[in-house]
């Protein structure tokens, strides 16, 4: 290229186009933001920390016999942490949780002031029917891959019917520039068919009238040069749509001369061959497929979600108590204290750490509707639209083939 004019080969625009398209560049992305819908989803199955930090000050009424004094205050600091988890197998969850507290009391019964406590707890939940084979969560995750597999599909779509229209545009910028050659020879004609009959009038050859035929036929040809003019211009703006990232390229302000010509051997039109061809390798029939996929993945939710829910629960933790311990001298409870046995947190966590106080539960839950659930429905409509896609594809096949008929006609 130089100046504001520029040779193009097809196959040099074919580059430019994959590297520079906007439209090809938007659909390369598409896939990239499914990626993150994934990645969402996927986030939802890690864990999560949880921490709680508190203090509560409480000024007890004077409601009972025993009450540890008319007017009794107590304050209690607390500090817990727990970490939850999704579990991606099987639809269980777990949860440990550490609980402590601190409570300092002017309670005059307490037997240990300040009182610490402190307690960890494991408990996990697994669904046996129910959620079990699949989840909502599993559900959404398996669609999100699919789409990303069907827009990576869908940019290649693009990326093939834009390489398609270059390869159009440039082509119809070689047959109206041809064009223009061909009406700017016509009006040289017609021009030089003018002068003749001028110089044929002065010698009394021809008649005057001819002269004006004449004229009106190179006007006719002008006109249709302009038009042809115009015409390749606007081919080559369609072209040149294709082929830069932004009106600030280059090529935008330059002059496009095609250096390629077309080929006059006809292609060979193998119909039966580019049918098993279409109907394995264009996107909207892979498309259509992987939507077949989805329709199966709410199959099998909507069926999972429609059996009876059957969860198993267990647990285990352990407790711990600490703090320094108020000895009184008598046996009545309002007895004076006459000792302390010092103590700390350190204790509680000495009795946890032991297991000196375990607790667990072991529970199996069981809920179902006696007379139906929407999900029974939602699993019918899911297999009625299973069946819908299924004939879509056949009539989806049925049109690819009439397509390749047609266009081999063409051909």
Do not use: C
Not at 136 to 155: G, H, M, P
Not at 183 to 198: C, S
Not at 350 to 369: C, E, G, H, K, Q
Request: no cysteine; proline share 5%.
């Amino acid at each position: 290229s130089s100046g504001d004019q520029r040779e193009l080969r097809l196959e040099e625009a074919v580059t430019l186009a994959l590297e520079k398209n906007l439209d090809i560049q938007v659909a390369r992305l598409e896939p990239q933001s499914v990626d993150y819908l994934i990645a969402g989803v996927r986030n939802q199955f890690q864990p999560v920390l949880a921490s709680t930090v508190g203090q509560r000050d409480l000024f007890q009424l004077p409601t009972r016999t025993i009450n540890g004094g008319t007017r009794v205050s107590q304050a209690t600091t607390t500090y817990n942490a727990s970490i939850a988890q999704e579990v991606p197998l099987f639809g269980g969850n777990y949860t440990v949780s550490w609980s402590n507290q601190r409570v300092a009391s002017s309670d005059a019964l307490a037997t240990r002031n300040p009182l610490y406590t402190t307690g960890l707890v494991a408990a996990y939940v697994q669904p046996l029917l129910r959620g079990f084979k699949t989840d909502n969560l599993r559900q959404q995750l398996s669609i999100n891959i699919i789409n990303r597999e069907i827009s990576e599909e869908s940019a290649r779509a693009t990326v093939t019917q834009t390489l398609a229209n270059v390869r159009n545009a440039y082509w119809d910028l070689v047959f109206t520039q041809s064009a223009v050659d061909v009406a700017l020879r016509a009006t040289e004609l017609a021009d030089k068919l003018v002068e003749d009959n001028q110089a044929r009038v002065e010698v009394g050859t021809l008649a005057p009238l001819d002269i004006v035929q004449a004229q009106a036929e190179a006007a006719t040809r002008r006109q249709n040069l302009a038009a042809a003019e115009a015409a390749a211009q606007t081919a080559e703006i369609a072209l040149k749509r294709f082929l830069v990232s932004g009106t600030d390229d280059p090529l935008w302000r330059q002059t496009i001369r095609p250096v390629d010509l077309p080929s006059l051997q006809p292609p060979p039109a193998d119909v039966e061959g580019a049918v098993r061809r279409a109907l394995g390798e264009r996107t909207d029939m892979i498309n259509a497929r992987k939507g077949l996929d989805t329709s199966d993945i709410n199959i099998r939710y909507f069926k999972d979600l429609s059996m009876p829910a059957l969860d198993l629960t267990a647990s285990y933790g352990a407790q711990g108590l600490g703090g320094p311990e108020l000895v009184r001298t008598g046996t009545g409870l309002d007895a004076p204290v006459g000792s302390t046995v010092p103590g700390s947190y350190l204790d509680a966590l000495s009795i946890l750490r032991n297991l000196d106080y375990p607790n667990w539960n072991f529970a199996v839950t069981m809920s179902y509707p006696i007379f139906g659930s929407q999900a029974t429905a939602q699993h019918a409509r899911a297999r009625l639209q299973r069946n819908q896609s299924l004939t879509r594809i056949r009539a989806l096949e049925v049109q690819i083939a009439a397509e390749l008929a047609n266009a081999a006609l063409t051909v």
